[in-house]
């Protein structure tokens, strides 16, 4: 079924006619330079398992800036982003239709680790310096193959077999990331890793492999997972692997730290929809869920090392959390709920939700989200001084007063909130 009239139809099916037209296109340009083009990586592995479309990987045999400007310059809507510096160019259409393109190259390690020498090389090198077999197939573009299967390294069986095979003997040593990306799409597919593979991973982890990379790259590849959908079966894989060191010290009670996960997903997906315009930020949730219980300190140093951005907010977050859900748990007024609240990002919220999942600390999240957040005083700012307030920031403060009094429901309408205000006017607009 992986002839080349299969693929071809493929890719229409599952892309449409605007990407099959564009891919064509690219072939005929880079038949007509003398270089050949190619899908490849994970595109094409997606494309076979009839997963979502990702990215649009494309390797040319030849000179891949040149091409992309070439195609650029007459495709229309499109619009270009080069990257000399890396041989790399991104080609984007108005239709959100997204293809990177690179030239073939191959890698050499000077030592573990480290980043690659790159060097040019054809698209079965190209191909070798991947990391899995699954991720080692390409997809001819060039008119006379259109549609044809690359698979130098048997990755089709392997994806049908769901397994997850390594190129070479030194691979996880060479780039310790692969690791995580195995763990990654283990989970992700439910695919296994095969015995040679696994016994490469153990030998690789036994000399502590990881201890040669740098904290943002694996704070990468820690953040790819910690943003995949169903985040529990790459905890569990953490588990089994031993690989907790990476993210946190083992935990006392992985059960009861899986639950909260487990909780935090169902949040997450509660948020989404009820709120889908509002941005969440995955990763940042899940930090805070996987580091609630280690000192501020060890919290910083990771921080630091990772090099992740928010870094401060998530501090912020972690340390306000006991107070704040001491102070929830003793049950206060609305608006002081609000002010608590209010101090923390969504993340950091979700993150309470998930650890409290019932009681007064449940209730006064999901009161503060769904409503405490988005009430504002009956009265604007105009109506404020035409009851003959002087502008200025006292204004200010009675907006927040009567938002505050609305909360706790001694105000509901504007009449309310009117008679309310003339009633407290003697008391300064600030309390003290
Ligand atoms: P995803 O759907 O999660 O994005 P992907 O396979 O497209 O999966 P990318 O990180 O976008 O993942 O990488 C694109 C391709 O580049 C991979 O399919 C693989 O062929 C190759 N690749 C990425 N990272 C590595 C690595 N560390 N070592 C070797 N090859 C890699």
């Not at 099959?20 to 899908?39: D, F, K, P, T, V």
């Not at 195995?182 to 296994?192: C, I, N, Q, V």
Request: net charge positive.
């Amino acid at each position: 079924r992986v002839g080349r009239h299969y693929l071809h139809g493929e890719i229409h099916r599952q892309w449409g006619e605007a990407a099959i037209s564009r891919l064509q296109e690219l072939g005929r340009r880079a038949a007509a330079m003398g270089s050949s083009a190619y899908l490849v990586g994970g595109c094409v592995r997606d494309l076979l398992l009839q997963r979502n479309m990702t990215d649009i990987d494309v390797v040319i045999e030849g000179d891949a800036l040149r091409l992309a400007a070439d195609l650029a310059a007459t495709v229309s809507a499109s619009h270009l982003h080069s990257h000399p510096r890396f041989g790399t160019a991104t080609l984007r259409f108005a239709d959100q239709f997204r293809m990177d393109l690179a030239s073939s190259r191959v890698e050499h390690y000077p030592q573990p680790g480290a980043l690659p020498i790159v060097q040019a090389g054809g698209i079965q090198a190209d191909l070798w310096r991947r990391d899995f077999t699954i991720n080692a197939m390409a997809i001819a573009l060039n008119p006379a193959s259109f549609g044809q299967l690359l698979d130098p390294y048997r990755g089709l069986s392997d994806l049908q077999e769901g397994r997850l095979r390594v190129l070479h003997t030194l691979s996880f040593i060479e780039d310790p990331t692969r690791i995580l990306r195995a763990l990654r799409f283990s989970a992700r597919f439910r695919f296994e890793m095969e015995a040679h593979t696994l016994g490469l991973m153990k030998n690789a982890l036994a000399i502590d492999i990881f201890r040669h990379l740098s904290g943002p790259r694996l704070w990468r590849e820690i953040r790819y997972l910690l943003q995949l959908s169903d985040l529990l079966p790459a905890l569990r894989l953490l588990q089994e692997w031993r690989l907790w060191p990476l993210l946190r010290p083992p935990p006392a009670d992985p059960a009861a730290l899986f639950a909260t996960v487990q909780r935090a997903l169902t949040l997450r997906d509660w948020f989404q929809l009820s709120f889908p315009r509002e941005p969440l930020l995955q990763d940042a949730l899940f930090l805070r869920i996987l580091w609630h219980d280690i000192p501020w300190a060890e919290r910083q140093e990771r921080l630091n090392y990772f090099q992740v951005g928010g870094a401060d907010e998530i501090q912020n977050d972690l340390q306000r959390l006991p107070e704040i859900a001491a102070q929830l748990a003793r049950g206060i007024r609305p608006s002081q709920r609000r002010a608590l609240l209010s101090q923390l990002r969504v993340e950091g919220i979700l993150a309470l939700l998930a650890g409290h999942p019932q009681g007064p600390i449940q209730a006064a999240g999901l009161a503060y989200l769904q409503t405490d957040r988005h009430l504002a005083s009956p009265l604007g700012a105009k109506e404020i001084m035409a009851l003959g307030f002087a502008p200025g920031p006292a204004v200010g403060q009675w907006l927040k007063r009567l938002r505050d009094a609305r909360l706790d429901g001694e105000i509901s309408d504007e009449e309310s909130a009117r008679q309310w205000l003339l009633n407290n006017l003697k008391q300064p607009p600030c309390k003290p």
